[in-house]
C-alpha cells in the first residue's frame, strides 16, 4: 500500500518525543514490510526539507503548532504525490481533520485526550490562557468528526476516554508501545546513597515541578541523605525556573539536572536509580515507566490515565493519589522494605519483557492490512 501519515513532529525534531518515536516505529515497520510510507510533518531551524529515513520518506513544512495542519491540507488537496490507499491522522491536541478532506481511508493514532493538560501549556499570557480555554471546549467537539474513523491507541486508559467522547469501542485498537534498550556491557549497581529519578521532557504536564516537592518531603523525612536526579530536554528558560524552585525548597544541593542525555547514558542512570517518580497528570501510556522497569527500577506515579496502565500497583510500582505528600509517602514505604523492594524490581524485569516493537509493528501490520 501507499501510506501518508501525518504528523505535527517527526524524527530529528528538538522536541520530538515518545508519540513520535512510537509512531516512527510502526512507520518503519510498515516499510520493511513492503509498503511505501510518506510521513508530513512539520519543519524546524536547518533541517532538511526531504530525506529518507529508516524507508520512510520525510517531508517537512510549516511549523509545529497549526502551520503543519494548513501546509498537509494545501498539499494533500493541490500538490502533486501518490495516490494513498491509507492516511494516518496523529493526534496532538490538534489532529489534521482529515475526515473533511480525505475520501480515502483513515486511521487516527492517538496516545492521550489533551484534557486537563490544555491548563499546563508552556505559552506566554494571554496566549496560554486561551489555549486553555479554546482547548478544553473544542477538544470533545474535533472527536464528532472522526466517529467513523478507525482509531489505534496505545492503553486502555485512552481508549475509555474516547467511548466517552463518542468513539464506538469497535472502532478502537489497542497496541502498546514496545520498548527498545541499547545493549549495555557495564552491569551497573545501585547508588550507594539512595536515589530518585525523574525521566521525560521537562514541563509542567510531566509534574517535574511536583517531583522537586515530593523529593522535597522526602529529604524533610529521612534522616538518611537521598540524591535527586532530573534528565530530559529542556527549554533554558525554564531550566532557570526549575533551578530557582530547587533552592527555593531548599533542595537544590541534591538536586541534579542532567539535561538531554544518550540512550545508553539514559538506561545507566536509570539502573543506578533506586525508584522511578512519575508525578505527570496525564499520559498515553508511560513509556518511561517501562524503560525503568526493564532494568529493574520501579516507579511510583499518580493514579492517572496511562500511568495506570504502564504501573502495576503493587506489582511493578505504586500508584498514589495526585498529591506530593502522598507520592513520598510511598517512595519512603517502598524504600523501608527492603524484600518487598527486591520482589518488584524481579516483577519489574518481567513485565518489561512483554513489550517490544517487533510484536507492537506486527499488531499494527494486521491492523492496516485488514482495514485498508
Known amino acids: 500500500m501507499n501510506i501518508l501519515i501525518l504528523s505535527w513532529r517527526g524524527p530529528k525534531h528538538p522536541n520530538a518525543g515518545g508519540a513520535e518515536i512510537s509512531t516512527h516505529e510502526h512507520a518503519k515497520g510498515w516499510a520493511k514490510a513492503g509498503h511505501d510510507v510518506t510521513l508530513f510533518t512539520s519543519a524546524f531551524f536547518d533541517c532538511k526539507m526531504q530525506e529518507m529515513i529508516d524507508g520512510v520518506k520525510i517531508k517537512r513544512c510549516g511549523r509545529q503548532i497549526f502551520g503543519v495542519q494548513w501546509e498537509a491540507f494545501k498539499w494533500y488537496l493541490f500538490s502533486k504525490h501518490l495516490k494513498f490507499d ?98 549495555i556491557t557495564n552491569n551497573f549497581k545501585k547508588e550507594n546513597k539512595k536515589t530518585l529519578i525523574f525521566l521525560g521532557a521537562l514541563s509542567r504536564d510531566k509534574g517535574v515541578e511536583q517531583a522537586l516537592k515530593v523529593f522535597q518531603l522526602i529529604d524533610q523525612a529521612e534522616q538518611e541523605e537521598w540524591q535527586f536526579w532530573i534528565v530530559g530536554k529542556v527549554d533554558p528558560r525554564y531550566l532557570n525556573v526549575l533551578k530557582l524552585l530547587s533552592q527555593k525548597l531548599g533542595i537544590d544541593k541534591k538536586v541534579k539536572f542532567w539535561g538531554f542525555v544518550s540512550e545508553k547514558k539514559k538506561f545507566e542512570l536509570l539502573s543506578r536509580a533506586h525508584i522511578a517518580v512519575n508525578p505527570s497528570v496525564r499520559e498515553g501510556w508511560g513509556l518511561v515507566v517501562i524503560e525503568a522497569a526493564d532494568v529493574g527500577t520501579p516507579t511510583v506515579g499518580y493514579n492517572v490515565a496511562g500511568l495506570r496502565d504502564s504501573i502495576i500497583d503493587g506489582r511493578t510500582g505504586i500508584l498514589c493519589d495526585v498529591d506530593p505528600v502522598k507520592c513520598s509517602e510511598a517512595v519512603l514505604v517502598l524504600m523501608s522494605n527492603q524484600k518487598n523492594y527486591q520482589r518488584l524490581r524481579q516483577n519489574c524485569f518481567k513485565w518489561s519483557r512483554e513489550f517490544n516493537w517487533g510484536k507492537s509493528i506486527k499488531q499494527s501490520l494486521k491492523l492496516i492490512q485488514k482495514y485498508a
Open 86 to 183: 491509507l492516511v494516518v491522522d496523529q493526534f496532538h491536541g490538534i489532529p489534521f481533520f482529515t475526515p473533511l478532506y480525505v475520501r480515502t481511508k483513515k486511521l487516527a493514532f492517538i496516545h492521550e485526550v489533551t484534557k486537563e493538560v490544555w491548563k499546563l501549556n508552556p505559552w506566554s499570557w494571554p496566549f496560554n490562557i486561551i489555549a486553555a480555554f479554546v482547548g478544553e471546549i473544542f477538544e470533545p467537539m474535533i472527536f464528532k468528526l472522526y466517529k467513523k474513523v478507525l482509531f489505534m491507541t496505545v492503553s486502555n486508559s485512552t481508549r475509555s476516554d474516547l467511548i466517552t467522547w463518542g468513539i464506538p469501542r469497535d472502532q478502537i485498537t489497542v497496541i502498546h508501545n514496545g520498548v527498545k534498550i541499547p545493549k
